[in-house]
């Protein structure tokens, strides 16, 4: 089968590799019809996230159930499916207390209390290194799905693949981002970061009742899609100071809510590069120190980007001044995912307006670079596998 193959940072590549198989009776195989690329994709595609073995990358698809295990009861052969990024077995501890992304039983080789730098990671994630247990992912024709009757959400309306797919991870992730930041209604609320998951925040905020929403990037052509399909007040962080605006704008206080949809890999300076070599340290607490400067006394600071690795100077003297909650982590899809699934059915919300490329697999490693580089207005990448991925992806693009 095809499959877009990590080789090294910067090098992925479609290559033909061994179909996905059955390995456990709890095992499903699914085959792709839609597939995205994640922010977090570029944090192995840039080197920040080690994998030395070549490896399927995505864990972000969808498709149709091809195969069961023997131990599978719920899912059919034909079953129209997402499968939300994080994999969990479903009745462990940490799994009953709505906590996939902790599984103690995805991820048995690497899987640990401590969360260290290079050991004792959390559960398992589909095509996210060996450190998350090693899983192919989904930018595949083909995907073994393990724990088929927890993760995997049947999809049973007319819905299109596009419409349904950022149900695996985006939005779920921009939907508790909100969550943590306990918006009720009434808020003001400031997403730092407008890739797809800072743009799945603020529709996310608005929806649940955010009285302003301010998002902050550097890439204006992100920023244009904030204001326009988000209805986002924007600011430029080249342009202007987005802790003084923020201010500005809320008497002085700074906002309820900020959230750092931003992570590790977050624009900096030549003496902040310099700075990490000297600290031997990677990526930058940037995003995170504005949410904590641009945030109220008393608010919350809600952290989705991705930080891997310890850094020093971390403001705690500040975070403890200003009486700040702050939460972090990994988007515990299976908790929220049927509810988001009606959110969708409902039309309560919209997620495919942020599709800019629609993709055959064969161009992954187009993809990931455009992505990556933010090239030719690239905002999020979905690729269409299978023989007639080539031919879904021109009819889909000639739509967009
Ligand atoms: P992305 O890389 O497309 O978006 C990041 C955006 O931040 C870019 O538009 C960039 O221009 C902007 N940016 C860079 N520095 C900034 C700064 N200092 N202030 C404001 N904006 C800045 O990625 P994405 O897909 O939107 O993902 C965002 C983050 O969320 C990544 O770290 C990703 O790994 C993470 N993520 C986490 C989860 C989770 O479960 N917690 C799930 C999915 C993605
Ligand atoms: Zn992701
Ligand atoms: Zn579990």
């Known amino acids: 089968m095809k499959a877009a193959v990590f080789h090294r940072p910067g090098k992925i590549s479609v290559d033909d590799v061994p179909d996905a198989s059955l390995k456990d009776p709890q095992d499903a195989i699914v085959r792709v019809t839609a597939t995205a690329i994640c922010g977090s994709d570029l944090h192995m ?9 070549p490896m399927v990358m995505g864990h972000e698809f969808m498709g149709v159930v091809e195969e069961v295990g023997t131990g599978i009861s719920k899912l059919k052969v034909g079953d129209r499916v997402i499968v939300p990024f994080p994999i969990a077995c479903g009745g462990c501890f940490f799994c009953a207390h709505n906590l996939p992304g902790h599984c103690e039983y995805s991820n048995i080789e690497k899987y640990g209390p401590e969360g260290g730098l290079l050991t004792q990671k959390g559960g398992g994630m589909f095509g996210y290194s060996d450190l998350y247990g090693g899983y192919d992912g989904g930018q595949a024709e083909y995907v073994r799905v393990p724990f088929a009757d927890v993760g995997p959400r049947r999809i049973d309306s007319s819905l299109a693949d596009d419409q349904v797919l950022f ?11 909100v969550d943590w930041g306990g918006v009720k209604g009434g808020e003001t609320v400031a997403v ?10 603020q529709k996310v905020a608005w929806a649940r009742g955010a009285r302003r929403v301010f998002a902050v990037d550097l890439e204006e052509y992100r920023l244009t899609m904030a204001r326009e399909v988000c209805r986002s007040e924007t600011i430029n962080l080249h342009q202007q100071d987005p802790i003084e605006v923020i201010r500005e704008l809320t008497e002085g ?3 309820d809510v ?6 590790q890999e977050a624009e900096r300076s030549m003496w902040e590069r310099i700075a990490n070599v000297v600290h031997l340290q990677v990526g930058s607490l940037n995003a995170l120190r504005m949410c904590l400067s641009a945030v109220r006394r008393g608010g919350v600071v809600s952290v989705v980007g991705v930080y891997a690795v310890p850094y020093d100077n971390f403001p705690l003297g500040q975070i403890f ?11 515990p ?19 495919d307006d942020i599709i800019t490329h629609r993709l055959p697999l064969s161009a992954a490693s187009h993809a990931y670079d455009i992505f990556n580089r933010k090239q030719d207005g690239c905002v999020k990448v979905v690729m269409y596998p299978g023989e007639t991925g080539e031919a879904e992806a021109k009819d889909l693009a000639g739509l967009a």
């Not at 595609?45 to 073995?53: A, S, T, W």
């Not at 899809?333 to 997620?351: F, G, M, N, S, Y």
């Open 45 to 53: 595609y840039n080197g920040f996230i080690p994998q030395v073995r």
């Open 167 to 177: 149900l695996t991870d985006i939005f779920p992730t921009g939907y508790t981002a």
């Open 192 to 201: 730092f970061g407008c890739g797809p998951v800072g743009l799945m925040a």
């Open 253 to 255: 206080r700074g906002a």
């Open 258 to 263: 900020c959230i750092d949809a931003v992570g």
């Open 321 to 331: 001044d200003k009486g700040i909650t702050l939460r972090l982590g990994q988007a």
């Open 333 to 351: 899809v299976h908790a929220c995912v049927d509810d988001l699934l009606q959110w969708v059915e409902t039309k309560k919300i919209r997620l």
